[in-house]
């Protein structure tokens, strides 16, 4: 399983759980040494997990951390691209336009350059799924978060529009 946002919140949640279930992990963060830490405080060796240092919102490293996996662990069966962020954001105020950009670069853009190494070997294996984290707050905007509802509305959409994409090739395309 390799899941990006693995070092806090549902992202450490889903590597527990993912190892509980025996799965070999490979988990991403910006905060690499924390993950680190956190696999040898459960026992992890390096067969069982690495750790990747990786930001999703830079699109060379996001991309170069997938590409890493396959070198090292092989091709994964689960693809999470769980690394988000949320912040108040007021279309009022200029200095708020760059909040949403780095909101969307992180929760869509992302999320569809964690996908992109994984694709033609999942479409080439013709099994896989990939796992994207959407939000209710896609579906229904909330005031004062435009940038984070706007982020899930285009995350849900993305994951609908590959899903229809990956059908044929066997690969599931999850939305949360």
């Known amino acids: 399983a390799y899941i990006t946002g693995a070092s806090s919140g549902i992202g450490l949640a889903l590597a527990e759980r993912f190892s509980r279930a025996g799965y070999r992990l490979?988990?991403?963060?910006?905060?690499?040494?924390?993950?680190?830490?956190w696999a040898q405080a459960q026992g992890l060796d390096a067969e069982r997990c690495t750790v990747y240092a990786a930001d999703v919102r830079d699109i060379d490293s996001i991309t170069a951390a997938g590409r890493r996996c396959?070198?090292?662990?092989?091709?994964?069966?689960?693809?999470?691209?769980?690394a988000g962020i949320s912040e108040?954001?007021?279309?009022?105020?200029f200095?708020?336009?760059?909040?949403?950009?780095?909101?969307?670069?992180?929760?869509?853009?992302?999320?569809?350059?964690?996908?992109?190494?994984?694709?033609?070997?999942l479409r080439e294996r013709r099994a896989g799924t990939l796992v994207g984290m959407a939000s209710v707050a896609?579906?229904?905007?909330?005031?004062?978060h435009g940038a984070y509802c706007s982020s899930k509305a285009g995350a849900i959409s993305y994951c609908e529009s590959l899903r229809g994409?990956?059908?044929?090739?066997?690969?599931k395309v999850v939305t949360i």
């Open 88 to 93: 108040g954001f007021d279309t009022a105020e």
């Open 165 to 171: 994409e990956c059908r044929s090739f066997g690969i």
């Open 26 to 37: 490979a988990l991403v963060a910006r905060r690499a040494n924390e993950m680190t830490a």
């Open 95 to 121: 200095a708020d336009l760059a909040v949403l950009r780095d909101i969307l670069e992180t929760n869509l853009i992302g999320l569809a350059a964690t996908f992109q190494p994984f694709l033609h070997p």
């Open 70 to 82: 396959l070198l090292t662990q092989g091709l994964p069966d689960v693809v999470i691209a769980n």
């Open 138 to 144: 896609g579906v229904r905007g909330l005031p004062g």
